[in-house]
T-cell receptor, first 113, second 112 residues
């Protein structure tokens, strides 16, 4: 089955700086890669996703890049703000209708004021 | 904005007891899921459900677990005889098609 590795487990950046979180996956058939943000006591919330026919996708301060050959994808957050502090999870799936997501272990992002 | 709702938010039970966790997925969604998250760990897939039957299940989803869509709106997870290691946050999720998966806020299950 799919295995998703995520790094780092904790990331502390100064407010206004950029943050990058990286994931690798093992199943070459995976073609859908979402990123979720989880705040304390809440469920994961989708913030951005990318499919394997696209190399990069951007939504305001958030971008995701995908290198299908190397089987890795990254989340980039620019101009970080205090409200970006949360746990971020990457995930992968084959994208089929009922296919479950395989999650990484999460990155605790801390924005230092 | 439509959302996935889960009840209860917290459930405390004794080991060996049965529990039912309830979810109301987003109304026009077709695919339904249960995931769990043990404290401090990653979110793990349990089961997916489509067209009134289980589509896929993980190794975690053994004979103690079952899912049901008893009517047009609810989606339930039953644990027949709870164990201490079933203590976790359980998330329900739903999606319309090959699109974005939306999660509920979870039910924190504590087995004593």
């Amino acid at each position: 089955g799919e295995n998703v590795e995520q790094h780092p487990s904790t990331l502390s950046v100064q407010e206004g700086d950029s943050a990058v979180i990286k994931c690798t996956y093992s199943d070459s058939a995976s073609n859908y890669f979402p990123w979720y943000k989880q705040e304390l006591g809440k469920g994961p919330q989708l913030i951005i996703d990318i499919r394997s026919n696209v190399g990069e996708k951007k939504d305001q301060r958030i971008a995701v890049t995908l290198n299908k050959t190397a089987k890795h994808f990254s989340l980039h957050i620019t101009e970080t703000q205090p409200e970006d502090s949360a746990v971020y999870f990457c995930a992968a799936s084959r994208g089929g209708g009922a296919d479950g997501l395989t999650f990484g272990k999460g990155t605790h992002l801390i924005i230092q004021p | 904005e439509p959302e996935v709702t889960q009840t209860p938010s917290h459930q405390v039970t004794q080991m060996g007891q049965e529990v039912i966790l309830r979810c109301v997925p987003i109304s026009n969604h077709l695919y339904f899921y249960w995931y769990r998250q043990i404290l401090g760990q990653k979110v793990e897939f349990l089961v997916s459900f489509y067209n009134n039957e289980i589509s896929e299940k993980s190794e975690i989803f053994d004979d103690q677990f079952s899912v049901e869509r008893p009517d047009g709106s609810n989606f339930t997870l039953k644990i027949r005889s709870t164990k201490l290691e079933d203590s976790a946050m359980y998330f329900c999720a739903s999606k319309w098609g090959e699109e974005k998966l939306f999660f509920g806020s979870g039910t924190q299950l504590s087995v004593l």
